[in-house]
């Protein structure tokens, strides 16, 4: 069980420290890297040594955010000593990888997660907060450091990243006033979304043809789309796919088919109301409400027939 | 030459009237719409007497928008009698199409427009608003009438939509600020949001067809998209598909070319950094920097060949 603790006792914590490193979660998305990146040169300016680490890549639309050239991909094997370990944004502690190994130092996690399960020695937990890069900017503000653009700049893709630009429920009249400072600070929205929108030309090459596979079923209430295994690569990035039949004007659930080997596909599900968690557990998967996913060991055909058969079902008995 | 008039008088003047028409500008959009329905409400609370009204459809994608059924769509011949024309969000007078010669009254303009022709009896004209929502916002601030929730849904429309979802270069520290207040107030920005995104099958249906004739020219600066005659539909909204090849690494413009009639190329261009407008202006065109069109009266392949051309010349000597 950890220690919670304020923003207020998270400083108090960090000014004992000298040798830092702060970790990442893998699959770095914008809050955990804009993050770790913004509270990096914060403590780097009050005299720490500070190490940024991440067992991953961080994917090529992150590339802009200053700093993120300076994360260490920590090595199989090696010890890094540190005094402290940060870890931002992971709920769970299998979410750095081998970074527990490497590292061995007390933990202070600083997270937003409701589903944290308390793995580090110090937890400063805020559930409201839209992004941790908002609980970053309130620390910064209590700290004996000056804001600067860069450290803005990380704050502020932190947040637009994990609301979905403002879109998400999880968006907060603080969360926005947080931005429209950093906004005040010299941050520009557009120079930012310009780069957090920016798309591969492979990924721009595939969207048409998997959204040409769009089919619709149960009175078009469902819509779905596929990605065969002949087209599938795991280098080209489709997670933003499945918004586009989301959005269809009627559509209740959407559905992505995704064939990640011969005979195993990855099925991705969203809705505007209906419990797809639900149906994600009949195939022992699981997810949200409205967001919901499973793996089937099925070829795609089959696996869409399973699916769908039980989707229709239940999109059939809302509509009595 | 308008008299220019503040906020403060804009209130001032409004109440001395009694009978007064709203109008939004053709081809309506979230800020002329929810800045309107607003301001309607907002007078109707102080006793006024409120007909709104727009010379247009008002898009599918705004039926959600809280009064939109008040509207009423202006006949020819018809006059209707008001004390006071008020003008949302229109830059000159042919943006309220027929409702010039119906309705002949004194006419107040809330703009934010820089371009503004100052063709209205008294103007509130603010340059530095991302949204006449926001102006319309303080507005209200200053009314004796109390917010509701449908006042501050079409207000929070409003400005999302004319700043991108604070993704555009307008966007402010003040619309963020005030769009985090409506938030406070209760409006939900995923229900928002998820009625803004939303797209008619149709369109979902037309967007793989569009995007698999992307090309690339001058070493991936240029991609380009079309639509034949022959899929071209007036009532399917191509709005939005510029900004597909605009998102692509690399990529410095982005062109689409509509064949809309069978020897009549509309074309849009967007750029990154490049002035567009240049090239527009040579085949009679116009807009600004980044953000640019044209229409030759060629078929598409002609009139591709004598735009890519020009475009190609100015993207090459860019990287000299």
Known sequence: MSKEIS?????EL??????????????PDGDTTGSTLALAEALKQ?????TVMVDDKVGSHLQFVPGVDSYVRPKAGTNYPADLLIVVDASSLDRIGIVQECVKAPIL????HISNTHYADYLWLNDKASAVGQMIYELVQIMPVKMTLTMAT???????TDCGYFKYSNTTPNC?????????FGVEPNVISDNVEMKSKAVMELLPKVLATMQFWAENKVATIELSNELYDEDVSTESFISYPRYIEGVEVAIMFKEVEKAVTRISMRSRSLDVSKVALLFQGGGHQKAAGCTINKPL???KNLL???????VRAMAC
């Open 7 to 11: 923003c207020e006792e998270t400083w």
């Open 14 to 27: 960090l000014k004992t420290q000298k040798n830092i490193i702060i970790v990442s979660h893998i699959g």
């Open 46 to 50: 009050v005299g720490k040594n500070v």
């Open 109 to 112: 996690n600083i997270d937003h």
């Open 154 to 160: 990380c704050i502020y893709v932190a947040i637009v």
């Open 176 to 184: 926005m006033r947080v931005a429209a400072d950093l906004v005040e």
């Open 301 to 303: 055909a089959e696996a």
């Open 308 to 314: 769908l058969s039980e989707i229709i079902k239940e």
